[in-house]
């Protein structure tokens, strides 16, 4: 399938520019899957930029997470850093002009990659978070769950006077340290059971749950078109639903800037900034 305006950014956000996604959300039941590129006008950085390609740092691992307390003391030491940056991001326009569309029946559902929980605090609580939440915490031996708040205040206790002011937040919700900093670092364990905590979230090397992968198909299957919003598409975890929706001749809206893996499959592709593109198509479906 050969996308419509794939290759050239479309410039400001006009009605005109708008006519193809207003289109296909006027059909409704449009599933929505989002990625970073919608949280960066919330303050969080997203992971390629505009070519596709950017990323500073390498991120951490499921195994390296598993395989070593030097590495564990790594990650919390980073993602306590980060956390108060991240804590204090809010929706932003786009957040919000999804919601305005799930109300006015014009977006069905909403599968999110994102870890950052913008969806929920908009008010689209039936979000799908493909990837999980950073701001939930789960012990690997007894499986409990607890608030990333909770934890904050924990590891505040253990290293008291740890932050600097100055950080500065990467994509993960964490923050790049010196290892002299790292090393004195005190990682608090399952207040249940003294076993490992781990940040609710999927890390690269470690598989999405199946059910919550069945999930999304299932919402795929059951929509009138898919539109993405924000998501480079690099990872399978998010193009496997592009490809699933294009091999059922569903139609497929990429709206991002920068090029995706999935523009191939798009009916329509539009580079233009989010928020104000998705407040407009909000306003002329009258979802406002």
Not at 124 to 148: F, I, M, N, P, Y
Request: charged content about 25%; hydrophobic content about 40%.
């Amino acid at each position: 399938m050969e996308a419509s305006d794939a290759n050239a950014p479309e410039g400001p956000v006009t009605s005109a520019g708008l006519a193809g996604l207003v289109g296909m959300l006027e059909r409704r039941d449009a599933v929505v899957l989002s990625g970073a590129g919608l949280s960066t006008e919330s303050g969080i950085p997203d992971y390629r930029g505009a070519t596709g390609l950017r990323r500073t740092g390498t991120p951490m691992t499921y195994q390296e997470f598993t395989g070593g307390e030097a590495a564990r003391r790594r990650y919390w030491a980073r993602s306590h850093t980060g956390w108060p940056l991240f804590a204090r991001a809010r929706p932003n326009a786009g957040h919000r002009a999804v919601e305005l569309l799930r109300r006015s029946g014009h977006v069905g559902a909403v599968i999110t990659q994102n870890v950052d929980g913008l969806h929920h605090a908009a008010g689209t609580r039936e979000t799908v978070e493909l990837h999980g939440g950073l701001d939930r915490v789960v012990c690997l031996d007894c499986r409990r769950t607890s608030s990333r708040s909770e934890l904050d205040r924990r590891l505040e206790e253990l290293n008291r006077g740890f932050r600097r002011p100055g950080a500065v937040l990467r994509p993960d919700g964490d923050a790049q340290l010196p290892q002299e900093q790292v090393d004195g670092f005190r990682v608090a364990p399952c207040a249940d059971c003294g076993g490992v905590l781990k940040p609710d979230v999927v890390f690269f090397g470690e598989n999405v749950p199946a059910d919550r992968v069945e999930r999304c198909y299932e919402l795929v299957d059951a929509a009138g078109s898919l539109v993405v919003l924000g998501s480079s598409l690099t990872v399978l975890s998010g193009l496997r639903f592009v490809r699933r929706a294009a091999r059922a001749r569903l139609p497929v809206a990429i709206v991002n800037q920068g090029p995706t893996r999935g523009d191939d499959l798009a009916a329509l592709r539009l580079d233009l900034p989010l928020g104000p593109a998705l407040t407009e198509a909000a306003r002329l479906l009258g979802a406002g």
